[in-house]
């Protein structure tokens, strides 16, 4: 991850904003071999203080607003929004301090407290935000993918057959290691585009489900061995205010992992161009395998 300066006028959303102070902007842009990308994600600097200007929607900063806002949660300070173009762009505090990306013992014990915090405060909300929709009606498009590998169609049904019923509490959706940053001792989780009253097990399958121990071609460039993740699942659950029974919650999470490599399936299954051979020697092919025998 780096920052690229980048011109004000290309920012018209930022000069509706109030700072104090000559106002100066960059870029955040993630380059890994050949991976590159710019987001819509800006680093703002005025007065000595430094801000994150992100280009967003009104559920995210409904999630700010409404749920996140004010409880003492390690999240980024959010200070509103201005409308540009028929855009939303959300004013936020800017955390400074490494990502997840390189997981240790202390980055493992700090999510499992930022996390629990959040999901304790929202387990089986009775607020309905929508979210859970939107979330079902994809997850079940998605099953259609796995129909030409019977032993993960399988699995996939146990999944979905689990959804209704599993514990909701607010989750991120995104919580991938490049979503959490650590300052100060404690893990920040950033990016609630994503955001709402999910199943609780989603946001800790997606940290531990992209985590290859050595580099491979077609995973996350994120980096965590077994007993890393074992440390976040047991602390996690250990801070649960309501926990589910342990054998229900490991479940949980597997069921919840093997949708997470479906999701990246899903898009290899759908190009013609993609053989049979290659999809079944990769990374996310190989675990949602491993991860369906487990689970059946």
Excluded at 141 to 160: D, I, K, T, V, W
Excluded at 174 to 182: E, K, S, T, V, Y
Aim: aromatic share 12%; charged share 25%; glycine share 6%.
């Amino acid at each position: 991850m780096f920052l690229e300066p980048t011109p004000l006028e290309d920012l018209p959303a930022a000069s509706l904003l109030k700072l104090d102070g000559a106002v100066t902007a960059e870029q955040f842009c993630d380059s890994d071999g050949d991976y590159k990308r710019k987001y819509n994600v800006y680093k703002l600097t005025a007065g000595g203080k430094s801000y994150v200007l992100k280009k967003s929607d009104h559920r995210e900063s409904t999630v700010y607003r409404d749920f996140l806002q004010g409880r003492g949660f390690a999240v980024p300070a959010y200070w509103g929004s201005v409308e540009h173009e028929g855009a939303i762009w959300l004013l936020m505090e800017y955390i400074d301090g490494p990502d997840l990306r390189r997981f240790d013992q202390e980055k493992a014990l700090a999510c499992a407290e930022t996390l629990s915090q959040i999901q304790n405060a929202y387990w089986k909300s009775p607020i309905d935000d929508g979210r859970f929709r939107r979330y079902w009606e994809r997850v079940n498009r998605r099953a259609a993918c796995l129909q030409g590998s019977p032993e993960l169609a399988r699995a996939y049904q146990l999944f979905l057959a689990r959804q209704e019923a599993c514990p909701r509490t607010l989750c991120s959706g995104d919580f991938l290691q490049c979503n959490g940053i650590l300052r100060d001792g404690r893990v920040y989780m950033i990016d609630w585009a994503f955001g709402g009253l999910l199943p609780y097990a989603l946001d800790i399958a997606r940290l531990i489900a992209h985590g290859p121990e050595k580099s491979e071609p077609d995973a996350f460039p994120f980096y965590m061995d077994a007993a890393l993740r074992s440390a976040f699942v047991r602390a996690h659950y250990e801070r649960l205010a309501h926990r589910p029974d342990w054998a229900q919650y490991v479940q949980d999470i597997k069921l919840a992992a093997l949708n997470e490599y479906a999701e990246f399936l899903e898009v290899q299954i759908n190009d013609p161009e993609t053989p049979r051979e290659e999809l079944e020697s990769g990374f996310y092919y190989r675990r949602a395998v491993e991860t369906a025998k487990a689970i059946l």
